[in-house]
Every structure is written in C-alpha cells, then in structure tokens.
C-alpha cells in the first residue's frame, strides 16, 4: 500500500515536470516566431522605401565606322592601236573612209590584195608628201566649183578614181561592204601593216599608167589584183 502510494506520488511530480517543459518549450517557440516577425518588418521598412526599381534600358549596339584616306585607282582607258607601234584613237568617219575606199578600190581582190589597199592608204596617212588624215589622203584630188556653187572633184583627176567618177558612192554590195569595215577596223588596231612593204601607190594589172615612169617611183610587188609602187 505505502509502495502504491509512492508510485503515484512520483508520477505526479514527472507529470507536473513535463508540463513545465512543454510550457518552456511553447514559450520558447513564440518568443522566435515574434523575433522572426520583428527582424522581418525591421528589415521591410529599411529596403523598402516605396520607390519600385528602375527598368533597365537596352540600347542598340553602335555601328562602328572606319574611315580611309585612300582613293580608288581609276580603271585604265583602253585605246585602239593606229598604224604601225603607235596608238591613235580613230573617229568613225575615218573608219568609214577607209572602208569606202578598201569597198570601191579592190572588193572582188582577193583578201590579201584588200588589205594592202588598206595598207597604202595608211601609209600616205604616215608619208610626208600625202595629207595627214584618212579622209583627207582617199578623197585628194583636184577641185572645182560646179554651177550649183558647189565644190567637187574634178573627173578623172582623183588620186583614187571611185571618188571621182561620177558614180554613186554608196555601197551596194553590204557583204563586201562589211568585210572592208572589218579590214579597216583591224588595220587601223595596227593588224597586218607592212604587207605592200611601205608601198604608196598601186595600178590594177590590166593597166599602165604614166606616173610609173615618175622619178622615186620603185616597184615593189604584185599583190592580188594590183602592182604596188613606193615613192621616193
């Protein structure tokens, strides 16, 4: 009975123990829970000041630019070849003279005989004794003025008979026509120069004229169609 009695009298005092435990631990665990709470409004009225954050403004990366002194070299000019080494530019009125006359004076020779028209007439371009333009060296000749006040060559007193023989200038043939340009157009570049040997005058086969006999007057060759002559 009296071991009964101390039983329950030290359950009772374990029991008031853990009551003043669990009371400590309680009081304990809402002291942190205010601190907690203290630290965190503490800390909400220091960082927070009522302002909201700035956004971030993105700019466009800058496109950089570089500068030079250096100019672009200008592209070469390109200019034809004229006769012999030289380099001349030729009009298109000179190219049409020259045709005219490779046309009128030998378009049923033979190809080599058409280019060595083409290469007396450049010759007496480059002669002393002859003028000093195309133009001017195949249509040389004696002049008058007709009864419509007109100046025109004399008939019969051409240095190249076409230009003077009263017929039509005009080509009629348009295949030999454009074969005389195409000759022109490469004896002018220098193509072929020197085939009649420096020649400045030349006949057809079939004739003989006087001025063969003249004194500087040295045969050179026949070419095609043609005897060829260098004066002098």
Same mark, same amino acid.
């Given at each position: ?6 039983? *329950? ?20 665990? !809402? ?7 203290? !630290? ?81 007439? *450049? ?5 002393? *004794? ?21 100046? !025109? ?15 039509? %200038? ?17 004896? *002018? ?24 006999? %003249? ?18």
């Amino acid at each position: 009975m009296k071991k009964n009695n101390r039983l *329950l009298t030290g359950l009772k005092h374990l029991g008031r123990k853990i009551r003043q435990n669990i009371q400590t631990i309680g009081d304990a665990f !809402v002291v942190l829970i205010i601190a907690l709470t203290v !630290v965190g409004i503490f800390r909400f009225i220091i960082v927070d000041d009522g302002s909201k954050p700035k956004p971030i403004k993105e700019t466009a990366p800058v496109e950089q630019t570089y500068e030079t002194n250096e100019e672009a070299e200008p592209e070469p000019e390109y200019v034809p070849s004229g006769p012999g080494s030289t380099e001349e530019t030729w009009s298109e009125q000179e190219n049409e003279c020259l045709s005219l006359n490779i046309y009128h004076e030998s378009r049923s020779d033979s190809f080599a005989g058409r280019i060595a028209v083409a290469d007396v007439t *450049l010759n007496r371009v480059d002669s002393n *004794l002859f003028p000093n333009t195309i133009c001017e060296v195949v249509k040389q000749a004696n002049m008058r003025t007709n009864w419509k006040g007109n100046v !025109v060559p004399v008939r019969g007193m051409c240095h190249f008979s076409w230009f003077c023989d009263g017929l039509s %200038d005009e080509p009629m043939e348009l295949d030999a026509y454009e074969e005389a340009q195409i000759i022109a157009e490469m004896s *002018l570049r220098g193509g072929w120069r020197g085939i009649s040997e420096g020649a400045t005058h030349y006949h057809a086969t079939y004739v003989t004229p006087n001025w063969i006999n %003249d004194r500087g007057m040295v045969p050179v060759g026949r070419i095609g169609a043609h005897k060829f002559y260098r004066w002098h």
